[in-house]
């Protein structure tokens, strides 16, 4: 076991790069919602609708902080599911019993426990991480993942479509208009313009028309927020094309 968690170690110093306390909470969450965490967990309780489908990860962190076996157990129940097992939260959330995440690799579902069991649950934490939780839901549910990570791709022989939001945050946070700019590329696209990013697969963005005016600007406002230190040099400033002599 000390050896599993010396590896998980690790791991998370792999999966959390940027060295900042919010910055390890919002790539977590954000793994949470890449492997599908999202679609029952919430990172705090909100009982307006009735019962919710399954506690939040404050609860979880919550009632699990003193038991000694808690990363046992929860790396277990998230791997492997809860059907045919005691049921911890019956009576107080909407489902029956935990499915197995088939989406989570041991490694990843291993950090995601940790983080979760060692999560900060005053209310300016929770408060913060509710927002990057409703932003990065906005930000799916608009299609902005189908180009874009918030993390940038740690391959180098990788070329991602579009830049992530951490390089754009890193690029635009001196840019005085970068609200305003990138509000307008979100709506109406970038095709025309200048290419800005030439170490990414995409030549311009499309406008996005899933997207309403004041959701893109949430969404721009939430990606300027996004911590920054960390970023590799060419994730601050994209590569230029190489201009040929005639």
Not at 106 to 127: G, P
Request: charged share 25%; hydrophobic share 40%.
């Amino acid at each position: 076991m000390r050896r599993f968690l010396t590896y998980l170690s690790g791991i998370v110093v792999a999966l959390v790069a940027p060295t900042t306390l919010q910055a390890k909470d919002e790539q977590m969450l954000d793994l949470a919602n890449t492997r599908g965490c999202f679609i029952c967990h919430q990172v705090a309780a909100d009982n307006r609708g009735g019962k919710p489908l399954a506690p939040s990860y404050q609860e979880v962190a919550v009632r699990y902080r003193d038991n000694q076996q808690a990363f046992d157990q929860l790396l277990d129940r998230v791997i492997h599911g809860t059907a045919y097992r005691d049921q911890k939260w019956e009576g107080k959330v909407a489902m029956r019993f935990m499915p197995p995440n088939v989406n989570v690799s041991r490694e990843e579902a291993a950090a995601l426990v940790r983080w979760i069991i060692d999560l900060d649950v005053d209310q300016k934490t929770v408060a913060r991480l509710q927002k990057h939780d409703n932003m990065l839901r906005l930000s799916s549910l608009s299609g902005c993942n189908i180009c874009h990570r918030v993390e940038p791709v740690s391959e180098s022989r990788v070329v991602p479509l579009a830049p992530s939001f951490r390089e754009i945050a890193g690029r635009y946070q001196a840019n005085a208009n970068a609200k305003s700019e990138l509000v307008d590329s979100v709506l109406k696209g970038t095709q025309g313009g200048t290419r800005m990013w030439h170490n990414v697969n995409m030549r311009f963005m499309p406008p996005n028309v899933n997207v309403r005016k004041e959701d893109a600007a949430s969404l721009v406002d939430w990606i300027l927020s996004l911590e920054t230190k960390g970023l590799a040099k060419h994730a601050r400033v994209p590569a230029q094309r190489p201009v040929k002599k005639p």
